[in-house]
């Protein structure tokens, strides 16, 4: 479930800047805007959703302060959610706001630019859909991490951005806004009791986000020709474990990706390598403490906890018809054998209605398109679909 930085929030809030204010905030009218959705979801899977016929949730009220003086070369950025549509709930203390982006920048010279603080993480690009997200890549697209970054935007066809990513959120926090769906690197499952197999192993679990990046360099360069960008984005640092800070793995991962706006029709590509360490390393850990299980020793199947290594292909198709816009995105992770899962892919085909101070979005997940062992959570065999409509409104 994610709602756009690039694609999406920069135009809304572009919108809400020129839109009159209250003779309150005139003051402030080049550098503050407000925003707000909310979102209703059908799951084809659920009983639930079945006897309701789906639920209204998930509802956000945002602040974007965005402030570049012509007379300074110093700005500021942020963007504050408050609601459960903030996406940070789920790290276990109940919260619903956080700071999705908190960052202080300075042009340096004409070509360089340095931002500090919680900003986007310069590895490939976003998928064009509002809520479900690109299940399958989480952690490697358009997330927004704390650290410094800096940017270079010659007037020539090259361009590059740099990034040390100190954390993956403030302190040691594991979400992160725009990727709640799957969470990000690591995922430690907890036994459930009513759905335990006889030998240990999980006929259903709970997850939760164990690992956290930290200490990690990102690169991406890019050249333009025509009307279309091609690019790489690399990084390598860190994962810590949340319960055993002792315990780290090194991640990389390397993207190959290309963007690209042929009249009304936009289209990316990407290929996406990742390493996140040997999860069998942490299957030696048999009296690892998940949840409360009692102690009782856990599988090697259960056991891991990073994504391990694999590869991810994406692409993302849209088309402008005067004030809608309607897409497809279409991902797919084939993870390596250290996992024992099989490839799986999901798909989201969508439309949005620009209606002036807003859009309407109406999208469907397909995900698991293949019937197999989901190669994230590792217990998933069948297609799921789901159905949402959102409302946003920026002012």
């Known amino acids: 479930m994610q709602k756009h930085t690039k694609r999406i929030v920069t135009t809304g809030a572009a919108l809400a800047l020129a839109a009159p204010m209250s003779s309150v905030m005139a003051a402030l009218e080049d550098s503050v805007s407000f925003g707000t959705w909310f979102n209703y979801t059908y799951d084809n899977d659920s009983e639930a959703d079945q006897d309701t016929l789906g639920e209204v949730d998930y509802p956000s009220f945002n ?134 197999d006889s030998d240990n192993t999980l006929a259903g679990s709970q997850r939760n986000n164990t690992y956290r990046k930290i200490n990690t360099l990102v690169g991406d360069w890019g050249y333009t020709a025509g009307n279309t960008r091609y690019a790489l984005s690399a990084q390598v640092g860190q994962l810590v474990d ?39 390393d942490l299957a030696d850990d048999a009296e690892r403490d998940v949840s409360d299980p009692g102690e009782r020793p856990i599988t090697d199947e259960a056991a891991y906890s990073t994504r391990g290594q694999g590869q991810i292909v994406a692409i993302s198709g849209g088309y402008q018809a005067g004030n809608w816009y309607n897409y497809v995105d279409w991902n797919m992770r084939m993870p390596d054998e250290d996992l024992g899962t099989d490839d799986t892919m999901d798909a989201v085909v969508g439309t949005r209605y620009n209606y002036g101070p807003g859009w309407i979005y109406t999208e469907v997940l397909v995900s698991n398109l293949t019937e197999e062992k989901d190669p994230v959570m590792g217990l998933e065999d069948e297609t799921r679909e789901v159905v949402n409509l959102t409302v946003d409104y920026y002012f």
Do not use: C
Not at 258 to 273: C, I, P, Q, R, W
């Open 63 to 196: 602040i974007y302060v965005n402030h570049h003086p012509e007379d300074s070369v110093w700005f500021f950025d942020a963007e504050l959610r408050i609601g459960s549509g903030s996406f940070q709930s789920f790290s276990g203390d109940d919260r619903e706001w956080g700071f999705k982006e908190l960052a202080v920048g300075r042009e340096l010279n004409e070509q360089w630019t340095m931002t500090l603080g919680k900003t986007a993480v310069p590895f490939g690009w976003k998928t064009f859909n509002f809520w479900p997200g690109a299940r399958m890549l989480s952690g490697l697209e358009d997330q927004m991490n704390v650290g410094l970054r800096l940017d270079s935007d010659s007037s020539g066809p090259m361009d590059a951005s740099y990034m040390l990513v100190k954390s993956q959120n403030w302190g040691d926090d594991t979400t992160s806004q725009d990727d709640g769906t799957l969470g990000h690197w690591g995922t430690n499952f907890a036994y459930d009791d009513d759905n335990q």
């Open 242 to 280: 949340q319960d055993d800070t002792d315990a780290t793995e090194t991640h990389y991962a390397a993207a190959l990706y290309t963007e690209g706006s042929y009249g009304a029709f936009d289209l990316n590509t990407k290929v996406v390598h990742y390493d996140q360490g040997d999860p069998s």
